[in-house]
């Protein structure tokens, strides 16, 4: 009983940083809302480094993905014939105080950990974000994670590992 209050209230800190995170990723790019790639550069952000070794057993360095999902947008805009070498975009400002705000592949990555979540134990960590977007079919951080050569049920098996690693380690029933 008291081990799952611990990994509710480590989930719950875990998905609060998550969701500033992914915040931080989009305004800094000047987009009002998080979507799916912004989710997956916070969960590598993480301090429980389970999204950065799921994508390093993959031969990923998880730094290149930022830089992988920005030539997507390149790439985007050079599909319907606009200058792809545009200025950056300006930070935005912080949201107002409200309900969280996320693109539709923002919110598939939330619906998608809820729903997960339901069925496992051991805390929320990056891991679980990455399988969550491992599995996505479409969007830009699909169009990456393809464009980085990453085959999408290699990642969610390595992101499922460090979920039980992890699990295993906070359960104490760890080898």
């Known amino acids: 009983m008291f ?11 875990t998905l609060s940083r ?5 915040e931080a990723h989009a305004r800094a790019s000047g987009q009002a809302a998080p979507g799916a790639e912004h989710f997956l550069l916070a969960a590598i952000d993480l301090p429980d480094g389970s999204a950065r070794r799921a994508l390093e057993s993959v031969g990923v360095a998880p730094a290149a993905v930022r830089d992988a999902i920005e030539q997507q947008y390149r790439d985007a805009l050079r599909s319907v014939g606009l ?22 592949s923002g919110q598939e990555v939330m619906q998608t950990l809820a729903r997960s979540r339901k069925s496992q134990g051991g805390p929320l ?11 996505m079919p ?8 393809r464009a980085m050569g990453i085959d999408a049920d290699q ?8 979920v ?9 029933t760890a080898d």
């Open 164 to 172: 039980s690693t992890a699990t295993a380690t906070a359960t104490g």
């Open 83 to 104: 200058d792809a070498t545009l200025p950056q975009a300006p930070a935005l400002a912080p949201p107002a105080p409200g309900l969280y705000r996320a693109q539709p």
């Open 138 to 145: 479409h969007g830009v951080a699909a169009r990456t994670l």
């Open 125 to 135: 960590l990056g891991a679980h974000v990455v399988a969550a977007v491992a599995t």
């Open 3 to 13: 081990r799952q209050l611990q990994h509710r209230f480590q989930s719950m800190r």
């Open 18 to 22: 998550l969701c500033t995170g992914a």
């Open 155 to 162: 990642l969610v098996e390595a992101a499922q590992a460090q």
